[in-house]
């Protein structure tokens, strides 16, 4: 409809211009008030950015993705399943993600972000990733190397002459107020150039990377395209929008080159990007916090917890210290305790001060290195909740279980907000279905089961697997080790839905 319209608007502009130049024959030699006007542009910024779009575009291209999802039946556990002959087992579906990317060498690398090429769900894999020219030349590119942290993968074609290419400029130098051009692929609609000046540079927007800010329009598509300088240079990778409706509302996110260049040339490499860990959960020294503390406000961190082994621990630094510098630099709402700590060497040992009891203290760490991400989700995630109310989601969830109790996995943060020792092992129960033994019993939300028929249980896997061995063992039910805070594990039968 929007193309109705403007095709519709433009005939009817169409032809009242044709009445008024039809008029003014009669009139006299008149001229339009638009005619041979140029406009000058404001001191410092460009007439146009045409010239350099078209020398800048044939490295910018499209980078898509095919991928297999594997969903739960629809059907599972419901007469339809066996009806349709799909019974219980999950479904593969296809599905595929877009963005954008830019070519670094006329030997075919290409960089984008590491979310326009990860899996777009939890158990998907990708299979294919395509990179698009401006021309629509289609290529197959192997993913060369990915860092979740900063969002930054490179990847690689192969094409049977040199192709345009792009190279990095200095975002050290890049002041707010300067103009700058984005090109992407937005919404899929083809090659957009957009343009605007840099808002802010250094954004945090609540993480451990630093961001340059932009009002130049980004929108969903444009993810992992570059940022121009007005030398043609690219200073920053589109990564991130802030946004309440999805779509553009002046507020982008680039990744400046500065940080970006030495993580691709590491994954160009074939590498793995390394950063400083200390190991601690932290929180952000809040006003009233400051207060009860007797400390200036925006100033330094709060520590939460000490991962044991760990840098931080082996430092003997202690929940509730609050460290203010490290290494020399002042911890602030935009120098960050996890911003200046990724970017030590990992073995360096630094000074790090901090107050405690008042008293202000210094101690020496040495960085120690980063782990995985996933590696990470056992201390540095908060908990979801706080196990003390159960939605109708989980109960739901726990209903389609045999023993009647949806589990998740017990993290270090889980068990020092439930109260117990932070190395037990198990998984905590979500929700329990009150209409089986295991809610006739007493199982509640935030127990920890430890233990299955005499074998540890750590993933939801493992204690759905033990109902099933009991069930087909003929066994009717299984016998739990609980935990509940403030009381010791106790063993617990739990008969099997249905028994």
């Keep these: 409809m929007r193309y109705a319209y403007a095709i519709t608007a433009a005939l009817l502009l169409g032809g009242t211009t044709l009445a008024l130049t039809s008029n003014s024959t009669s009139v006299g030699a008149q001229t339009a008030q638009n005619e041979n006007m140029a406009a000058a542009a404001p001191r410092g910024a460009p007439m146009s950015f045409a ?16 991928q297999r999802v594997q969903v739960q039946n629809p059907f599972a556990g419901t007469p339809f399943g066996s009806l349709f002959g799909q019974g219980d087992q999950p479904q593969t579906r296809q599905a595929q993600s877009l963005g954008s990317g830019f070519i670094i060498s006329a030997d075919g690398y290409v960089v984008t972000n590491n979310h326009v090429v990860a899996p777009g769900a ?15 030349t289609e290529y197959e590119a192997k993913l060369v190397g990915t860092d979740p942290r900063s969002d930054l993968a490179v990847l690689k074609i192969t094409a049977p002459k040199p192709l345009p290419f792009v190279k990095f400029g200095d975002s050290t130098a890049a002041r707010v107020g300067d103009w700058v051009i984005a090109i992407g ?29 932009t009002d130049a329009s980004i929108n969903q598509g444009n993810s992992g ?27 982008g996110f680039a990744i400046p080159s500065e940080q970006a ?39 330094g961190e709060f520590v939460q917890g000490v991962e044991p082994g760990k840098a931080a621990d082996k430092a003997g630094i202690k929940s509730g210290d609050v460290i203010v510098k490290i290494n020399g630099r002042e911890v602030t709402p935009d120098e960050t305790l996890s911003f200046i700590v990724g970017g030590l060497d990992v073995g360096t040992a630094v000074p790090i001060e ?70 037990t092992k198990g998984v905590v129960i979500s929700a329990v279905d009150p209409s089986t033994d295991a809610g006739q019993k007493g199982l509640r939300r935030g127990d920890v089961v430890m233990m299955a028929n005499g074998q540890p249980v750590l993933t939801d896997a493992d204690l759905g697997k033990a109902a099933q061995d009991a069930k087909t063992g003929g066994r009717s039910a299984v016998l739990l080790q609980v935990l509940r805070r403030g009381t010791p594990a106790t063993f617990v039968p739990v008969r099997l839905r249905g028994q």
């Design 225 to 251: 395209g570059p940022m121009f300088d007005m030398n043609g240079n690219v200073i920053g990778i589109n990564s991130q929008i802030l946004s309440p409706t999805g779509g553009n509302v002046g507020i």
């Design 51 to 66: 010239d350099m779009a078209q020398r800048l575009q044939p490295a910018v291209v499209n980078i898509s993705t095919k």
């Design 261 to 299: 260049v030495s993580i691709i040339e590491t994954l160009r490499k074939g590498e793995s990007v390394q950063r400083g860990y200390l190991g601690i959960q932290i929180s952000q020294l809040s006003e009233d916090m400051a207060d009860s503390l007797g400390l200036a406000k925006n100033r």
């Design 354 to 423: 901090l107050i405690r009891g008042g008293k202000r203290m210094t101690v020496r760490a040495t960085i120690m290195e980063r782990p995985a991400e996933e590696d990470l989700a056992n201390f540095t995630q908060p908990p979801q909740d706080d196990f003390s109310d159960q939605d109708a989601q989980s109960t739901k969830q726990a209903s389609q279980q045999l023993l009647g109790i949806a589990v998740q996995p017990l993290t270090s943060i889980i068990a020092r907000q439930l109260g117990i020792p932070v190395d």
């Design 122 to 136: 939890r158990g998907a894999t990708v299979d294919t990733i395509t990179v698009t020219l401006p021309d629509r």
């Design 185 to 213: 692929n937005p919404f899929g609609i083809g090659s957009t150039v957009t343009a605007g000046i840099i808002s802010a540079l250094h954004r945090n927007t609540g993480g451990s990377e630093r961001f340059i800010q």
